[in-house]
């Protein structure tokens, strides 16, 4: 799989990343509906790659591009090859956790809710998200420092796709809605997939949110409850269009 594929792809995980910020028991999605073509220049032996939304430009393949189209199709291989996101299948759950149906995807939050009162949602679901706290949380600050993320500043392989280090990767701008952004070296597919995504809604540090509530675990939800209401007040979704699973 080429970039080109694997940019269209990168917009869909955006919003479905996106209910998983929320809230447990909330669910948004705004998909970035955008096709991204790649073209790379080479200015004073800087490595750069703009992802830019400009029908007709060619890519041009040099060791930037070549970066990107490697830890991409990594991704790509990890979770479309490789079972990355049915992990939760196959993996050890607390008691009563991860026991969710195929069927209960499809239902409405609200009606799912009725159905379940009282059952933790993130528990519950754990199957289908392998990622979701079974336990309750009570300081999110832990999450800060996620495995795929710190160790991303050095070379190595990660769990799921390669890093370049904090220096070794290109220098790539991406464009898109009306909205710009650049890393001064984009890492791996994490930084790739998840940074726009964060910067999008405004969550990335030093935008709009306080982090130091992350240790406050009422304020935080409070906060997401804030963030996912902004999301509805903006796009107005109905039930029908918000399932568990989507």
Not at 62 to 84: L, S
Not at 194 to 201: L, S, V
Request: hydrophobic share 35%.
């Amino acid at each position: 799989m080429n970039i080109l594929l694997a940019v269209p792809i990168m917009f869909f995980i955006l919003g479905q990343g996106l209910a998983d910020s929320c809230i447990e028991d909330m669910d948004s999605t705004a998909l970035l509906q955008t096709k991204a073509e790649l073209r790379s220049l080479q200015t004073e032996n800087i490595q750069h790659i703009a992802l830019v939304q400009e029908p007709g430009n060619s890519l041009l393949v040099d060791t930037a591009a070549d970066k990107i189209n490697a830890t991409m199709t990594q991704m790509h291989k990890a979770w479309a090859e490789e079972g990355f996101w049915g992990r939760g299948h196959v993996m050890s759950h607390s008691p009563g956790c991860g026991e969710a149906t195929p069927e209960e995807l499809q239902m409405t939050i609200p009606g799912w809710q009725q159905r379940h009162p009282g059952v933790r949602s993130f528990c519950h679901f754990s199957n289908y998200g392998f990622w979701f706290p079974e336990a309750p949380v009570d300081d999110y600050t832990s999450f800060v420092s996620e495995s795929q993320s710190i160790g991303a500043d050095m070379p190595s392989k990660g769990y799921l796709c390669e890093s370049f280090g904090a220096v070794g990767g290109p220098e790539v701008s991406i464009k898109y809605d009306g909205l710009s952004f650049t890393w001064n070296h984009a890492r791996d597919c994490i930084d790739i997939v998840d940074d726009p995504y964060c910067y999008t809604m405004g969550w990335l540090k030093g935008q709009n949110l306080d982090g130091a509530v992350m240790k406050n675990k009422t304020a935080w939800h409070l906060l997401a409850k804030s963030e996912c209401q902004k999301i509805q007040d903006e796009f107005k979704f109905v039930d029908e269009e918000l399932t568990v699973g989507r």
